[in-house]
T-cell receptor, first 114, second 111 residues
């Protein structure tokens, strides 16, 4: 299995507070992704990165920012958390390249905004 | 973006084959068909993918219709550990490896 860890695994926070979720990988994969999953739904892409300091928006990027200063770490920040951002957040990585086809997912972070 | 349509849920008996269908009538010539599954309380995991030809691996088989407008994931002998949500996803053959998840099919396996 790809070495992907997410921290924290669970977090409860109050509306209006900033929150940062961390994704750490040990596979030296080029691509990293942040998704959110809400009950009864599939995953939706928030942001992704295609290299250090190279990021782009996904389908549901409003209210989120990301940073990638090192290959192994991809941070997702909620500048001012809202109740609609209560969700399970998954990080994923992919090697990149013409033969790369698989994304590897982390265990998820359950975020509750009260 | 091309979309996929899957049944919301399916049931299977343990040790019997399972055929999970997926319709993708608007698929383009460069879209790969990917299947991921998500076990309870875990992140998704890759199962199999294909472009035009049928594919087999240790987890499953993928049967792709000749017109590519539908595909079927085949689990040859379902086990209780195969109970999961199975996602059929179309992926553009681009460097970003972007995946767009739909609702998936929840597979329940009865002992």
């Amino acid at each position: 299995d790809a070495g992907i860890t997410q921290s924290p695994r669970h977090k409860v926070t109050e509306t209006g507070t900033p929150v940062t979720l961390r994704c750490h990988q040990t596979e030296n994969h080029r691509y990293m992704y942040w998704y959110r999953q809400d009950p009864g739904h599939g995953l939706r892409l928030i942001h992704y990165s295609y290299g250090v300091k190279d990021t782009d928006k996904g389908e549901v990027s409003d209210g989120y920012s990301v940073s990638r200063s090192k290959t192994e770490d991809f941070l997702l920040t909620l500048e001012s958390a809202t109740s609609s951002q209560t969700s399970v957040y998954f990080c994923a990585t992919a090697p990149g390249g013409a033969d790369s086809y698989e994304q590897y997912f982390g265990p998820g972070t359950r975020l509750t905004v009260t | 973006d091309a979309k996929t349509t899957q049944p919301n849920s399916m049931e299977s008996n343990e040790e019997e084959p399972v055929h999970l269908p997926c319709n993708h009538s608007t698929i383009s010539g460069t879209d790969y068909i990917h299947w991921y599954r998500q076990l309870p309380s875990q992140g998704p995991e890759y199962v199999i993918h294909g472009l035009t030809s049928n594919v087999n691996n240790r987890m499953a088989s993928l049967a792709i219709a000749e017109d590519r407008k539908s595909s079927t994931l085949i689990l040859h002998r379902a086990t209780l550990r195969d109970a999961a949500v199975y996602y059929c996803i179309l992926r553009l053959n681009n460097a970003g490896n972007m995946l767009t998840f739909g609702g998936g099919t929840r597979l329940m396996v009865k002992p």
